[in-house]
């Protein structure tokens, strides 16, 4: 996969056994349960593409409501948990990376991606949402919600690049540490990435989460 940040993968591929724990904080409770009720209430009888799910947290809530819901992420290990869900026999897992999710996939009347922006790099979104709209069709939804800079407390920035790219250091649990792009894109950022692509672009900024979602032209 072309695409994919091997960095990034091994990460996840490494932390996934223990990844629901950041789900299972209880300052983040009450956000959690505001986006379990904004990503059921929009994705409802849609056709929905899942990028980056994971282990598939946000993936078994979408899956009882939506039409259809096609569950995608580039690192193995977490997939294989999300297979695991309740619900999971709603919807279709495949191993896809996110710039460059391939038209088998499917057509889809809406989608999301939890947690996975601030890991794209500011040079790589638009190549991202290129990726995704060739699936999606026009008018369809699209959600994304990650962590707001609350999070910056147990991880601080460690690096700057050229480009503005932020980098926390993260620690697992096996000892090994990794060099994690993680940026925190604001408003006016998310406004303009989708300016021309996008119409009734709206922004929510809740304590531990940003949420922005967007109709395609
Ligand atoms: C922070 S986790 C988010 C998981 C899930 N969406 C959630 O909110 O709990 C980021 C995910 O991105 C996945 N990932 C990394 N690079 C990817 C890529 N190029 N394409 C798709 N998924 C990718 C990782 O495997 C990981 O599961």
Redesign the pocket.
Known sequence: ?Q???PQ??AY??LRAGY?DA??ERPERAADIALLRQLLMGRLTGRRVLE?????G??TQHVAPVSAALVA????PE?LDLARQRPHAERARFAI????QLDAGLGRFDAAF????LS?VPIGRRAQFLRSLHRLLEPGARVLLFDNSQVQLRDFPIVERDAEGNTFQQRVLRDGSVHRVLKNFPGQDELVALVAGIGTEPRYRMLENFWWFEYVLV
């Open positions: 996969m695409g994919v940040d990034l993968q996840y591929g990844y950041v789900y990028v980056a799910c994971g282990t947290y946000w995608t992420d580039a690192t977490p896809a990376d996110a710039y991606a939890g947690l996975w890991h």
